[in-house]
């Protein structure tokens, strides 16, 4: 047997191992690391045992405790809806001016109302309801259809101008182009247009403001401050939906364009569409 060498400067024996005549010393590792190693071992062993962990071909091993990571969600997603019950059974009986005379029912319904309208609403209003090109902005005071309670919330259960719902609300301007001469087109929008602005030809004002009073009064005002029974905007203030701009405004009288508003009564219920018309009516455009 060959006799072990040991290092001359550390005095460790050495494990035979030789690089370019350097030596490898033979250092175990300390007693306390080794036993926490072991412990380390059986103590995985033992969590496999008594929980699910191995993965089979369908399924996998449930594990002696027969704890489920998913059942202890579910079983707090369940109490966690119980205690919205109380509230929510609360908001789908009473009328929605009763919810806000009742600050923790306000409370309650601002909150769920913001996370249903991040889900459903934000796509197209965007994150912070400041809308977009054809989508109104909810948190301004400019209401196609009225800004108080129980006209957001009609909105939202109807729509607007949605097929699969009869009491949607609707409002279909004509396309002017059948109608009227492309000058005066132009002359109406110049008139439109200096209500805000200025015109590019301003002696195109006096002729528009009569057609205008001849075809778009009817539903839009005498002073065109719209009309909210009909959905006709206001064309007096600074606000566009659609377009931008006089030269936008004659494309809009000629070629209307009309969007479409999901009825959400159906797909909600009426509870979340309360909450829904809560919230934004907090965001301090509604009436």
């Known amino acids: 047997m060959a006799e072990k060498h040991i290092d001359e400067i550390s005095g460790v024996e050495t494990t035979g191992h030789e690089w370019d005549g350097i030596r490898e010393l033979n250092n175990p590792m300390p007693r306390w690391w080794v036993w926490t190693f072991y412990a380390t071992i059986v103590w995985a062993i033992g969590y496999t045992i008594m929980y699910p962990a191995w993965p089979l071909l369908t399924e996998n091993t449930k594990g002696l405790l027969g704890y489920s990571?998913?059942?202890?969600?579910?079983?707090?997603?369940?109490?966690?809806?119980?205690?919205?019950?109380?509230?929510?059974?609360?908001?789908?009986?009473?009328?929605?001016?009763?919810?806000?005379?009742?600050?923790?029912?306000?409370q309650f319904a601002t909150a769920g109302g913001a996370a249903a309208f991040k889900v459903n609403c934000s796509p197209c209003h965007g994150s912070g309801a400041a809308g977009g090109a054809g989508y109104p902005n909810l948190n301004d005071d400019d209401w196609l259809w009225g800004g108080d309670l129980e006209a957001i919330?009609?909105?939202?259960?109807?729509?607007?101008?949605?097929?699969?719902?009869?009491?949607?609300?609707?409002?279909?301007?004509?396309?002017?182009?059948?109608?009227?001469?492309?000058?005066?087109?132009?002359?109406?929008?110049?008139?439109?247009?200096?209500?805000?602005?200025?015109?590019?030809?301003?002696?195109?004002?006096?002729?528009?403001?009569?057609?205008?009073?001849?075809?778009?009064?009817?539903?839009?005002?005498?002073?065109?401050?719209?009309?909210?029974?009909?959905?006709?905007?206001?064309?007096?203030?600074?606000?566009?939906?659609?377009?931008?701009?006089?030269?936008?405004?004659?494309?809009?009288?000629?070629?209307?364009?009309?969007?479409?508003?999901?009825?959400?009564?159906?797909?909600?219920?009426?509870?979340?569409?309360?909450?829904l018309a809560i919230y934004v009516h907090s965001l301090g455009g509604g009436e």
């Open 69 to 106: 990571s998913r059942a202890q969600v579910a079983a707090e997603l369940s109490e966690a809806k119980a205690g919205q019950a109380v509230y929510l059974d609360k908001i789908a009986a009473l009328p929605i001016t009763e919810i806000i005379a009742d600050p923790e029912l306000t």
């Open 153 to 275: 919330q009609t909105t939202l259960l109807h729509g607007i101008r949605y097929d699969g719902d009869p009491d949607t609300r609707v409002s279909e301007m004509p396309a002017y182009a059948d109608i009227l001469e492309p000058e005066q087109i132009k002359q109406v929008a110049a008139y439109v247009i200096s209500l805000t602005g200025t015109p590019t030809d301003a002696s195109m004002v006096a002729p528009g403001q009569q057609i205008f009073m001849d075809n778009c009064a009817a539903c839009h005002g005498e002073d065109a401050r719209g009309n909210r029974d009909l959905g006709a905007p206001n064309l007096s203030d600074a606000i566009w939906l659609k377009v931008q701009g006089e030269a936008g405004i004659a494309s809009q009288v000629a070629q209307p364009k009309h969007g479409v508003m999901p009825a959400w009564g159906a797909r909600l219920g009426e509870a979340t569409v309360k909450q």
